[in-house]
């Protein structure tokens, strides 16, 4: 694992790096612009750079640190069978990585991926150069308008093939092209006023820009359902969904483009602009007046984030719009057509509610020797937002003075509060947290540095990392920390046992202790990585500007906030170990309790025995006295009435048998004597003889028959007589 963890300090060592820093710096310093550029995409551990002085697309996997020195120094160049003729912008892959766009003010190319193959997934089994096919989009919309600038690509996400890029111009167009006709939008929409008669005159196109009725950027968000007018049209093949385009104009306005990859969208068109959007709490200056960039967090609800070139954000929350702001937004409305041939019902108004708007330090805050004053700096730059694909709530920003990341805590408690769908227990306001990673022009007499492209490396470390390349093509990786920002469970804490009892002191506490610390600690400003020119010269005095500010920001962000919460955790120390010797007295005091309880239960006990059997006693005594009593009354009772005729009944019965017993005795005596007396005499057999037996069957068997007629006359006669 240590062999994989030296990519961080190890990666502008390696001879492609080398080769791109070499090739560039140079050409950088003399092409350097004042905005900050995309050009490398991450994808796990796959490093993707663009080489713009050669033209082509550098790839790098990290794995192979862990590898043999051969393995190590493997690389890929992807080259261009059409090489971009423009200066390029941005580079950004689709969802399914398949495309490569490659962009600048002046065009958009696709360079199609090859395919992987091999024993390590190389690119065509690992060839040092692959060439690969690309194609240009649009390129005679800009041959043509030459004038007209490319301002933002985006893959459209509801694309089945995901071959489809939305473009946004200076023009005020939002174009949706197929790559399998790269040179036809299949979906356009205009944005305001139409500026296509503004095309061969730059003049009056900047004067546009600079009042801000021009699109500065766009962000798709989740997907809406439409509602069918009429339900003979269900037989249609207009889809039922539609994908929002949140684009926002440098005067702040933001509007909702309804856009739809349908072969005939003519239905979409005709609603598909929604805006500008109602902010609240109003604003005087509408939350800026030169917005730059706009993101969409996948968050529920939506999370809008619109950036200016002071350095400004506004984190919004995208929600159904009341019937006051409904009204309002009809009365600032002038984009939404009311077309009765519609197929679909209007969307939704929505409404943005600002939650919270925090200003980035682009340049350090320095203090003047003299007057001890801030020192203000006016420096302005666009700022480039991207999304986190790991967190919804955290973003980071790239411009032309360094790099910062924002989390947006609250989103957890928003979202657990809309699911509930109970309306109580509103989440406590939070602030959002800022930290300052990287700053390429540390005081206002620094010159620009801006920062050329950023990427997130995740899957060789526990944390995942921030791969920045700077305005030289150094690559400068930075570790991010999760833990710091969410609520995770600490090393001690264990699986928590089902049968454990709560302690009362936690539920009545409103927020955990550890949650409590973490808030204390939370740094408001923190030191960046400088980064900047190293051939400008600093002076002495600068320099002690720079260590008095960061002397300042560790002592009140580090030393200041670590004392107070020493000072929190030994008053929670006191405040516990007061507890414990009031609840250690409170449980002897029930230990002697218990004690005294359980010994007057013996006692108790032993008296209960006591009193069942002197009770037992007692009723004896009085079941005796009871039948004494009973022997001495002058009168019997029923039951010994009773008793006294049964007894005089079997008294009578007695003396019948004593004279039947005595009848049959005195027979027994007589038959005795007559036996005795003729005690020779040989009796007759008692068995009969054969004609005997014959006569009595015949007459047993006739005196059967009879009664047996007779039986029948008996059952003749019962019915006839209905017995």
Known sequence: MAGVDNWRTCLNELKIFKQLRENNCTDSIQKRKLHSKSLVQVLDSDVYVWDGYAAQLLNYNLKNFSDSPDKKSRSQSLLC????????????????????????????????MPQRWGKYS??????????????????????????????????????????????????????????????????????????????????????????????????????????????????????????PAYIVFGNGDVVIAYTDLSPDPSSIQKLSLQGPLVMLPPAEDNYGVDACSIAVLGTVPSVLVIGTRDGKLHHCLVMQSSLEDTNLQSETQSMISTDTSLLYEAPDDVSLYVYESVELELSLTTTSLKTEEFIEDTFTCPIKIIKDP??????????????????????????????????????????????????????????????????????????????????????????LCPSRYRDSAGPLHTDEDP???????????????????????????????????????????????????????????????????????????????????????DVRSLEESRNRVRNMAESLATKYSDCQDKQEEILQRIEEVMRRLQEKMPMMSEAERGMKRELETMEEQLEIYKRSLDQLKIKQDYQRRQISQTPNRQLSSPSLKSGQLKQLREVLQQEGDDLGNLLKRVNSLKLEAGV
């Open 122 to 243: 190389e690119f065509e089994g690992g060839k040092p150069a692959v060439t690969c096919k690309t194609t240009s989009v649009a390129e005679h919309y800009f041959t043509s308008h030459r004038s007209v600038q490319l301002l933002q690509v985006a893959w459209h996400p509801g694309s089945e093939t995901d071959s489809h890029m939305t473009l946004l111009t200076s023009d005020n167009l939002l174009s949706t092209y197929d790559l399998r006709e790269p040179d036809v939008p299949i979906h356009t929409v205009t944005l305001g006023d139409s500026l296509q008669d503004l095309t061969d005159s730059p003049s009056k196109t900047s004067y546009r820009a600079a009042l801000g009725d021009v699109a500065a950027s766009f962000d798709f968000g989740p997907p809406v359902e439409l509602k069918r007018k009429n339900r003979f049209h269900s037989t249609l093949t207009s889809p039922d969904v539609v994908w």
């Open 390 to 479: 790991m967190a919804p709530d955290r973003y980071h920003c790239i411009h032309s003075a360094g790099v910062h990341t924002i989390v947006l805590p609250w989103i957890q408690e928003y979202q657990k509060f809309f699911a509930d769908n109970v309306g109580e227990n509103v989440p406590e306001q939070e602030d959002c947290i800022v930290e300052h990673l990287i700053c390429t022009k540390p005081l206002p007499s620094s010159p620009v540095a801006p920062v050329l492209g950023l990427g997130l490396v995740r899957g060789l470390s526990v944390e995942p990392s921030l791969l920045t390349l700077t305005w030289d093509y150094e690559l400068v990786s930075l570790p």
């Open 499 to 585: 049968t454990t009892i709560e302690s009362p002191l936690r539920r009545l506490s409103r927020e955990p202790f550890d949650l409590y610390i973490k808030k204390i600690l939370q740094r408001n400003v923190t030191n960046p990585k400088l980064k900047f020119d190293k051939k400008t010269e600093i002076s002495q005095q600068e320099c002690f500007q720079l260590l008095t500010r960061a002397t300042q920001v560790f002592r009140e962000e580090y030393l200041q906030k670590q004392e107070h919460a020493q000072q929190e955790i030994q008053k929670r120390t006191r405040m516990l170990r007061s507890l414990r010797a009031q609840q250690e007295g």
């Open 81 to 112: 069978t059409d090489p971009p003729r423009f200066d390029v912008d941005g580079i950004d892959f689709n969802q399914s990585k398949s495309f490569l766009a490659i962009w600048g003010s002046s065009g958009v190319m696709v360079l199609e």
